[in-house]
Structure formats: C-alpha cells, structure tokens
C-alpha cells in the first residue's frame, strides 16, 4: 500500500482499488496510511512461543512476574497453532531497548538462571528455549491519532494507537475500537449507516 484517499487505496505500483464506501486501515505499526508519529519507548521486550508446560499457572489468563520497574517476564496462553493439538504460550522478558545485543553476548543459560531465579514458576517454559533465535525483540513506541479516521478512512490497532502491550491496554482495545467505529459512522452518510455492523466490536 501506498496512500488512500477518497475511498480509493493506492499500491506501491500505482495500482488503484476503489473507490470503496470505506477503507479500515489495520496494517500496524509500519502503515503507510497513518499519519501516527509516536516517540519510542526506553524498555521493549523478547518474545517466544513454546508449548504450554505441565504447571501450576492458569491456562485461561495472562501470569507475570515483576522486580520493580526493571524486570518483568511473562507467560500468556495463546491456543494451538493449525495442525498442532499442543496449547501454545507466549513468553516474553523485559530489555531495554538498546540491550538486545548485549543480551545474545551473555548467552541464554545466564538469562535463564536469572529468569527462574526471579520466577521459579518460569522454569518449564524457559528450558524449552534452546537457542537465541527463538526470541524475538520487540521495541515499542507511544503515540495516539487525535482523529483515527477521515473521509472513507479507519485506522485501527496500532495504525492509531501505539504502546507497550505489555501495560495491560490488550483488554480495553476492544472497546476503544468500539467507540471509533462510532465516531466514524456518525460521518457516514445515511445509506451508509450499514458499516456501523461490520466495524462494531
């Protein structure tokens, strides 16, 4: 994509679709149709899938671990992946942004023993990590559209929000979306009022 205006989405090519009543503009942090500019936030996090180990923690919610503002590691439940009847979960571990290198240096024993030290409900989600590259970093930045949407445009998710998901926003983006798609439907000319359905959360 491009740039959309009008209700018609432009590709890279110069290729046109449209004109459409609306386009929904949910392509993320790097859209190329959100105008968000967001400052980059000091702490990020890596992030691992493994399977759902033999624990006392929940498989029905979200269990984290802090050491004051500095430390925090996490185990989510995520459900299976196509083709694989194991329930998944997604870990994740703190860093300052700047410190990913750092963190490949001092090896993964290391960051295990210092994750189960803090966490000792961690440890069979972490022996399954065996090597770096089952960590991803991911680095987070902050930013909000004042108005996420424009004539035919809906910029959702983090085309129009942006911030660490590890702050616990998850739970209220569902109704943010819900109050947008609101918005933007009172913009809508009568006989387009039909939107409102397919947007509604």
């Known amino acids: 994509m491009q740039s959309a205006k009008d209700g018609t989405l432009t590709l890279q090519d110069g290729t046109e679709h449209g004109p459409f009543d609306l386009i929904i503009d949910a392509a993320g942090v790097t859209s190329p149709l ?26 029905t919610q979200l269990s984290q ?14 459900g299976k992946m196509p083709n694989d009847a194991a329930q998944k979960a997604a870990i994740f571990w703190s860093l300052p942004r700047d410190k990913y290198d750092d963190w490949l240096a001092s090896g993964l024993e290391k960051w295990k023993a210092e994750a189960v030290g803090l966490w000792p409900e961690f440890a069979p989600f972490a022996t399954q990590i065996t090597a770096p590259s089952q960590m991803t970093m991911a680095r987070y930045s902050h930013g909000t559209l004042r108005k996420p949407y424009g004539t035919g445009l809906l910029h959702i998710g ?25 918005v933007t439907c009172r913009h809508l000319s009568s006989d387009e009022r039909h939107f409102h359905t397919a947007i509604s959360i």
């Open 34 to 59: 959100s105008p968000l500019t967001s400052r980059p936030l000091p702490y990020g996090a890596i992030w691992g899938t493994v399977d759902w180990p033999e624990t006392a923690l929940p498989i």
């Open 65 to 78: 671990c802090y050491r004051r503002a500095d430390r925090m590691i996490g185990a989510l439940p995520i």
């Open 158 to 182: 983090d085309a129009a929000h942006r911030a660490s998901p590890q702050l616990g926003q998850g739970a209220r983006r569902p109704d943010a979306l819900r109050q947008v798609s609101q």
